[in-house]
Nanobody
Framework: QVRVVESGGGLVQAGGSLRLSCAASGSIVSIHAMGWYRQTAGNQRELVAD???????NYADSVKGRFTISRDNAKNTVYLQMNTLKPEDTAVYYC????????????????WGQGTQVTVSS
C-alpha cells in the first residue's frame, strides 16, 4: 500500500505564512509527480501547485508569486511554502502523489492524503 500524509495546516492571519508537508510511504516503486490541491465546501478540488520528479513546477494563477512548491525525492516528500496568505486561500489542502506501487501489476496511480485545513483570518 501507498500512504500519503499531510501536515502543517492551521490558522493564520492574512499576510502570514504556513508551510505544508506531505510524505508518501509504503511499497513505492517510483514517484512521478507530487502536488497540492485545495477544496472548499461546495466546490471542486482545484490544483494549487505540482512538481515532477525532475523538478518542473506548475502553479495556479491565484498563487503564483506567493506559494512555492519543492520536493525531496530521497524522502518522498513535497512541501508547499505559502506566503502572503489571503482569506480566499482558506480551504482543505490535499496532497496527491502519482506513483507506481510494488505488486504483481505495476501501473501508475494517484494516491491522496486525508487533507489538512488551512484557515486564513482577515
Amino acid at each position: 500500500q501507498v500512504r500519503v500524509v499531510e501536515s502543517g495546516g492551521g490558522l493564520v492571519q492574512a499576510g502570514g505564512s504556513l508551510r505544508l508537508s506531505c510524505a508518501a510511504s509504503g511499497s513505492i516503486v517510483s514517484i512521478h509527480a507530487m502536488g497540492w490541491y485545495r477544496q472548499t465546501a461546495g466546490n471542486q478540488r482545484e490544483l494549487v501547485a505540482d512538481i515532477t520528479s525532475g523538478g518542473r513546477t506548475n502553479y495556479a494563477d491565484s498563487v503564483k508569486g506567493r506559494f512555492t512548491i519543492s520536493r525531496d525525492n530521497a524522502k518522498n516528500t513535497v512541501y508547499l511554502q505559502m506566503n502572503t496568505l489571503k482569506p480566499e486561500d482558506t480551504a482543505v489542502y490535499y496532497c496527491k502523489t502519482v506513483a507506481v506501487e510494488d505488486g504483481i501489476v505495476l501501473r501508475v496511480q494517484d494516491y491522496w492524503g486525508q487533507g489538512t485545513q488551512v484557515t486564513v483570518s482577515s
